[in-house]
Structures are given as structure tokens and as C-alpha cells.
């Protein structure tokens, strides 16, 4: 695909940067991180988010850089185009070698124009989250056209022309027609897609994906990743990919970047950071990666296997459903949505019941219903012996305090306001264990330590905990009143890989104690498999397969589960390979 870089741009091409101390790149790089320092100013005084990082990005490559949140991933990449606040005060330099190899410059020093033809047209950034980059007020044809108009291209039918191409090539359907859809008419996949065409449509030399998997399903995860190979295959593209998801980089790096604290602390080509890490972190990251068929052991202080005092087999039934539908109305003349269509299941108290599926599934709308905040439509549903299809409010309420629900996102169902103490001890305020928050006190404080949270937790609000820890608050909300069910609705999926594993080996060793039947929710099927007793495959509002996990997981006898389960990247380089090309053999039947 030709480029479309205006004669500025060869200019700026042209314009090279030299330095005694900091060397611009050699050979086959494309750019070189070199001893960047990036610290930023607080009324506590400054922060140091990076520290002395220094890597290269090699031409027609994949880097990779790994760590948890708070390593410096994010603002090493936003660095290579200058993308900082304010605030931000950067040392050593970023060099950046121009697609046609005539120059390199050093991004931290430039301003103005020059700074604009980089964005774009050099280096292109994909976002984590589409919603935040799609404007909603316009079409997707109007963004992508914004990128080439502000770089030179000046004839209209030109640009719709190259936004049309652009769109084909990132595959979205009928892209003639879609071009002039708004961002809300496209599915979350397809909202990546195209912010990997924005970032795509001036050909720049390095594209920088700042986690741009991570809220999405495994099979269009798996479409993503083969999307930016195309970028680095056929657009001779480098990308810089930042992300937690071990597997992601099994299967997509060709080098990568292991950081901790503003520190390089482990750099290499993918097959020796898997087969030969050498340090801790890198080893201790590595290790705490969710595996198929890698079952969760918790053990006690003494060491010994914290298991539950039960068999679920045969506990009582806390949760039926025979035939159950959910139907959402259809609105200006649409007609009506069945979210889930006539599914029959159990959850026995003290089991745990994955529930998996793609986004739109209707994984969520069941976990809603069976805590009674979605209308039953049709068939039956019984929750704690109460018939949920035509159930009363006044019939249900006592009911509500042995549910607990965990969402998805503590920070969005906390109260930024509420302090963590305020935010637990709601849910005991509400049904009258408790007549304050200051009654509450020792109770909430012993909730926190158990989700090993301390005690001064409580005065701290939402923002002042990391998600981990949110996410720990959140469980302790969950479990205050001691719930007969848990609904776990995608508990895990924005965490880093680290804080997963200690979350969910909490997770397993609460519901040994207590003993409450579970229903998990979630798009990652090694998750569930480490969890889950028995485990539920939706699919466009059906069940399409049910059974013991070991079975579901070991030999899955429906086509969709076996694609889910090839989508799943494994982290693993030499495995995931064998595993992307068995991915690609059950999509071409699948369209055979």
C-alpha cells in the first residue's frame, strides 16, 4: 500500500538529530528507546514512572514489552511519540528512524509541525479502549478521512477512497456501506479494527498497541493479533505491542521487554524470555499465567490443601432453571431481542458453575436474572426456592442479602465518593445487620483482612487503590452477608496476570470455607477451568455443550467450544504456534 507522506514529510525524513551522549538507530532498528527517564509532578512531589529504559525496535517486527500495571508500559510507548501530559518532565531520548531510512530524529525534541507529520505519519498509536478514540458524533469515514486531510491530502473522493481500502483491508464487511456508519452501529471487535485502520491509513513505520486486547473475547482477540501481523507482514510495519497476557506475546512477539517499576529489568528474543528467563520477575510472571488443565491449589499456612468440607454432588439444588428465556422489547419498530433462549441448568450449593461465552452471548443477562435485577420472560427460573418468572418484589427482598454479586469493574460500581469502609458496609446498612457505618466498623476491617486487604484500607476511597486491591474490596462486598450464591460476572479480566492469580486463589480458598454455590462468569476458559466444577458453553443465547470441566476442557464435543478453546492463546511460543494454525484449519471448515 503506498504511502501518503506530503513533502514536509520527507523533509522532516531528511532532518537528523545528533548528540554526543545518545545514539540515533543502526542497521535494521527502527527506533531505540535510549536511557529514557520519565517523571511526573504531584502536590506530593515528583514521580519517577520510568527510569534509564533502553531497548530497540527492529524493522518489520514485533516487539513486545510485559509487566503489571504501574511498570511503566504504557508511558514508554506514549514517550516514543511524545503523547505526555503537562506534567511529565523526560530525559535521554527517543530516536525514531523515518520509513524510508533517509533520517532519524529525536522525538522528545521536537514540537509543532514536526511533532504532527511523527503522529501518523511515522508512528501511529492503537488505544486499549475503541470508545475512547471514536468520536460518536461522527462516522468512522469522517475519522479516518481527518487523518489523511491533516496530513496532506487535500482531494475529498481520495480520501473516502483510501478510508474505503483501508477498512477492506482490516476487515470489515461491506466497507463501502459501512464507511458512513457511526461508531455505536459496530460491535466492540469491529470498533478495534478500526482504530488499527486509523492507525494504519498514513503507512507509518511503527505502530504502538497499547494493550489492545484486553476486554475482548478470545476469538476476536485472535483476530486483533492476526491483524497486527498483517500490519508487520504485508504493511512492513513494526508494532510495539504492550499487554499482561503472557499468551498474547507467545503468540504475536518476536522480541520482548519484561518491565517492573520503571525498569528494564529482562529484554531478549520471545523463545529465550519463556525457555530461559533469568530473572525473578520475569520467572514469577511466567509462572502465574492461568493453563488449560492446570487446576488452582490453595494451601493453608501449614502447607496443607485448603479443600471444602462437602461434596457438591450432594448438597441441595440452590438455583434451577428449566426453559428459561429472556427477551429484551424491541424499540422504534424494531422487533423483540431474545437475549437468552430456553436454557435448562443447575448450581448446587457449594459449586462452582463456569458460565463461558463470547460478548452478546448472554452470559451476563442469566448471572442478572438470578440475582433479580432482569425480568424472567419465559420458562422458570428458581433461586433459592423463589420462582423468579412473575416474582414480586415484596416475595424476593428477603432474598436479596444471601446473593452476593462481584462485577466486573469495581471502579465503576463503587462509589467514588464513599470511602472502601462505606462502599463494603452498604450492602449491611441496606438490609439492617448494621444501623452505620461507624456499628460496622470491626465487622468491615475483618472483612478486608479476610480478602487480605489491611485494616487502614477502609479510610482510603476507590482511586487510592490499584485494581487488584479494588477488586479484593469488591469480593468483600460481595461476601458481606455471607451469601448462599456468589455471581462472579468477569471478576478477573482487567487484571495484570500476577494480581489474577493471588485473586483468584483467595477466591477458591473463601468458597472452600464458606461454601457458597457460584456462578463465574467469564470469556478466559483457563480461568474457569482452575475454578470451575462443572462448566456452561453460551452461544447467541443457547447452551451448546454442559458438563464437567475436565470434559468440556480435555475433549469438548461441539465445534463452537473447540473454537473457543483454539482462540485461547497459549503461553507457550513453539506450542501456540501449532495452536494458531489448528485455530485456522477450524475457521476455514467453519466457513467451508
Request: charged letters at 25%.
Given at each position: 500500500?503506498?504511502?501518503?507522506?506530503?513533502?514536509?514529510?520527507?523533509?522532516?525524513?531528511?532532518?537528523?538529530?545528533?548528540?554526543?551522549?545518545l545514539?540515533?538507530?543502526?542497521?535494521?532498528?527502527?527506533?531505540?528507546?535510549?536511557?529514557?527517564?520519565?517523571?511526573?509532578?504531584?502536590?506530593?512531589?515528583?514521580?519517577?514512572?520510568?527510569?534509564?529504559?533502553?531497548?530497540t525496535?527492529?524493522?518489520?517486527?514485533?516487539?513486545?514489552?510485559?509487566?503489571?500495571?504501574?511498570?511503566?508500559?504504557?508511558?514508554?510507548?506514549?514517550?516514543?511519540?511524545?503523547?505526555?501530559?503537562e506534567?511529565?518532565?523526560?530525559?535521554?531520548?527517543v530516536?525514531?528512524?523515518?520509513?524510508?531510512?533517509k533520517?532519524?530524529?529525536?522525538?522528545?525534541?521536537?514540537?509543532?509541525?514536526?511533532l504532527?507529520?511523527?503522529?501518523?505519519?511515522?508512528?501511529?498509536?492503537?488505544?486499549?479502549?475503541?470508545n475512547?478514540?471514536?468520536?460518536?458524533?461522527?462516522t468512522?469515514g469522517?475519522?479516518?478521512?481527518?487523518?489523511?486531510?491533516?496530513?496532506?491530502?487535500?482531494?475529498r473522493?481520495?480520501?473516502?477512497?483510501?478510508?474505503?481500502?483501508?477498512?477492506?483491508?482490516?476487515?470489515?464487511?461491506?466497507?463501502?456501506?459501512?464507511?458512513?456508519y457511526?461508531?455505536?452501529?459496530?460491535?466492540?471487535?469491529?470498533?478495534q479494527?478500526?482504530?488499527?485502520?486509523?492507525?494504519?491509513?498514513?503507512?507509518?513505520?511503527?505502530?504502538l498497541a497499547?494493550?489492545?486486547?484486553?476486554?475482548?473475547?478470545?476469538?476476536?482477540?485472535?483476530?486483533?493479533?492476526?491483524?497486527?501481523?498483517?500490519?508487520?507482514?504485508?504493511?512492513?510495519?513494526s508494532v510495539?505491542?504492550?499487554?499482561?497476557?503472557?499468551?498474547v506475546?507467545a503468540?504475536?512477539?518476536?522480541?520482548?521487554?519484561?518491565?517492573?517499576?520503571?525498569?528494564?529489568?529482562?529484554?531478549?528474543?520471545?523463545?529465550q524470555?519463556?525457555?530461559?528467563?533469568?530473572?525473578?520477575y520475569?520467572?514469577?510472571?511466567?509462572?502465574a499465567?492461568?493453563?488449560i488443565?492446570?487446576?488452582?491449589?490453595?494451601?493453608?499456612?501449614?502447607?496443607?490443601?485448603?479443600?471444602r468440607?462437602?461434596?457438591w454432588?450432594?448438597?441441595p439444588?440452590a438455583?434451577?432453571?428449566?426453559?428459561?428465556?429472556?427477551?429484551?422489547?424491541?424499540?422504534?419498530?424494531?422487533?423483540?431481542?431474545?437475549?437468552?433462549?430456553?436454557?435448562?441448568?443447575?448450581?448446587h450449593?457449594s459449586?462452582?458453575?463456569?458460565?463461558?461465552?463470547e460478548?452478546?452471548?448472554?452470559?451476563?443477562?442469566t448471572?442478572?436474572?438470578?440475582?433479580?435485577?432482569?425480568?424472567?420472560?419465559?420458562?422458570?427460573?428458581?433461586?433459592?426456592?423463589?420462582?423468579?418468572n412473575?416474582?414480586?418484589?415484596?416475595a424476593?427482598?428477603?432474598?436479596?442479602?444471601?446473593?452476593?454479586?462481584?462485577?466486573?469493574?469495581?471502579?465503576?460500581s463503587?462509589?467514588?465518593?464513599?470511602?472502601?469502609?462505606?462502599?463494603?458496609?452498604?450492602?449491611?446498612?441496606?438490609?439492617?445487620?448494621?444501623?452505620?457505618?461507624a456499628d460496622?466498623?470491626?465487622?468491615?476491617?475483618?472483612?478486608?483482612?479476610?480478602?487480605?486487604l489491611?485494616?487502614?484500607?477502609?479510610?482510603?476511597?476507590?482511586?487510592?487503590?490499584?485494581?487488584?486491591?479494588?477488586?479484593?474490596?469488591?469480593?468483600?462486598?460481595?461476601?458481606?452477608?455471607?451469601?448462599?450464591?456468589?455471581?462472579?460476572?468477569?471478576?478477573?479480566?482487567?487484571?495484570?496476570?500476577?494480581?489474577q492469580?493471588?485473586?483468584?486463589?483467595?477466591?477458591?480458598?473463601?468458597?472452600?470455607?464458606?461454601?457458597?454455590?457460584?456462578?463465574?462468569?467469564?470469556?478466559?476458559?483457563?480461568v474457569?477451568?482452575?475454578?470451575?466444577?462443572?462448566?456452561?458453553?453460551m452461544?447467541?443465547?443457547?447452551?451448546?455443550e454442559?458438563?464437567d470441566?475436565?470434559?468440556?476442557?480435555?475433549?469438548p464435543?461441539?465445534?463452537?467450544?473447540?473454537?473457543?478453546?483454539?482462540?485461547?492463546?497459549?503461553?507457550?511460543p513453539?506450542?501456540?504456534?501449532?495452536?494458531r494454525?489448528?485455530?485456522?484449519?477450524?475457521?476455514?471448515?467453519?466457513?467451508?
Open positions: 500500500m503506498a504511502g501518503t507522506h506530503s513533502a514536509k514529510d520527507n523533509d522532516l525524513a531528511e532532518k537528523a538529530v545528533k548528540d554526543d551522549a545514539t540515533p538507530p543502526t542497521g535494521d532498528d527502527l527506533a531505540v528507546v535510549d536511557d529514557l527517564s520519565v517523571s511526573f509532578v504531584t502536590d506530593a512531589g515528583p514521580i519517577k514512572a520510568v527510569d534509564g529504559v533502553h531497548f525496535i527492529p524493522r518489520r517486527s514485533v516487539v513486545g514489552v510485559v509487566g503489571e500495571s504501574g511498570s511503566g508500559k504504557s508511558v514508554t510507548a506514549r514517550s516514543i511519540i511524545k503523547l505526555l501530559p506534567t511529565a518532565t523526560t530525559s535521554g531520548a530516536w525514531l528512524r523515518s520509513r524510508d531510512g533520517g532519524a530524529v529525536d522525538v522528545l525534541r521536537l514540537s509543532g509541525d514536526d504532527r507529520r511523527v503522529r501518523g505519519g511515522e508512528a501511529a498509536m492503537v488505544f486499549q479502549e475503541p475512547s478514540v471514536l468520536n460518536p458524533v461522527y468512522i469522517w475519522q479516518i478521512e481527518e487523518g489523511l486531510l491533516a496530513h496532506g491530502m487535500k482531494d473522493k481520495e480520501r473516502r477512497a483510501k478510508a474505503i481500502e483501508i477498512l477492506e483491508k482490516v476487515g470489515i464487511p461491506d466497507a463501502a456501506t459501512r464507511v458512513d457511526y461508531p455505536h452501529q459496530f460491535s466492540g471487535g469491529q470498533k479494527r478500526i482504530v488499527i485502520a486509523m492507525a494504519l491509513v498514513l503507512n507509518p513505520g511503527l505502530i497499547d494493550e489492545p486486547t484486553t476486554a475482548l473475547d478470545v476469538t476476536v482477540q485472535a483476530e486483533i493479533l492476526d491483524l497486527l501481523r498483517l500490519a508487520r507482514d504485508e504493511f512492513g510495519a510495539l505491542i504492550i499487554t499482561h497476557n503472557m499468551g506475546i503468540d504475536i512477539a518476536d522480541q520482548v521487554v519484561v518491565m517492573y517499576r520503571g525498569h528494564v529489568v529482562e529484554q531478549g528474543d520471545v523463545e524470555i519463556f525457555y530461559h528467563p533469568q530473572h525473578d520475569t520467572r514469577r510472571l511466567l509462572a499465567v492461568p493453563r488443565g492446570q487446576k488452582l491449589v490453595v494451601r493453608d499456612r501449614e502447607g496443607r490443601p485448603v479443600e468440607k462437602v461434596d454432588r450432594t448438597q439444588v438455583v434451577e432453571a428449566k426453559g428459561l428465556t429472556i427477551t429484551y422489547p424491541g424499540r422504534l419498530m424494531q422487533p423483540d431481542f431474545t437475549a437468552v433462549d430456553g436454557i435448562d441448568f443447575t448450581i450449593r459449586e462452582v458453575l463456569g458460565l463461558v461465552g460478548s452478546g452471548s448472554g452470559k451476563s443477562t448471572g442478572r436474572a438470578i440475582a433479580g435485577l432482569q425480568k424472567v420472560s419465559g420458562g422458570s427460573l428458581k433461586v433459592l426456592g423463589v420462582e423468579m412473575g416474582v414480586k418484589e415484596r424476593f427482598k428477603p432474598k436479596r442479602a444471601e446473593i452476593g454479586f462481584v462485577f466486573q469493574d469495581p471502579g465503576s463503587f462509589d467514588p465518593l464513599m470511602t472502601i469502609a462505606e462502599n463494603v458496609a452498604e450492602p449491611l446498612i441496606v438490609h439492617g445487620k448494621y444501623s452505620s457505618v460496622a466498623k470491626d465487622y468491615v476491617g475483618d472483612l478486608l483482612e479476610m480478602v487480605q489491611p485494616r487502614a484500607y477502609m479510610n482510603r476511597f476507590p482511586h487510592e487503590l490499584s485494581g487488584g486491591q479494588r477488586q479484593r474490596a469488591s469480593l468483600a462486598r460481595g461476601l458481606a452477608l455471607k451469601p448462599s450464591l456468589l455471581i462472579a460476572d468477569e471478576p478477573t479480566s482487567a487484571l495484570d496476570v500476577s494480581v492469580a493471588k485473586v483468584l486463589e483467595l477466591f477458591k480458598q473463601l468458597q472452600a470455607e464458606i461454601g457458597f454455590a457460584c456462578l463465574f462468569i467469564t470469556h478466559d476458559l483457563a474457569v477451568d482452575m475454578l470451575a466444577d462443572r462448566i456452561m458453553v452461544h447467541q443465547g443457547r447452551i451448546v454442559h458438563g470441566a475436565d470434559q468440556i476442557m480435555q475433549h464435543a461441539e465445534p463452537y467450544t473447540r473454537k473457543l478453546l483454539a482462540s485461547l492463546p497459549v503461553p507457550d513453539r506450542e501456540q504456534r501449532e495452536h494454525a489448528q485455530l485456522h484449519e477450524l475457521l476455514a471448515a467453519e466457513q467451508a
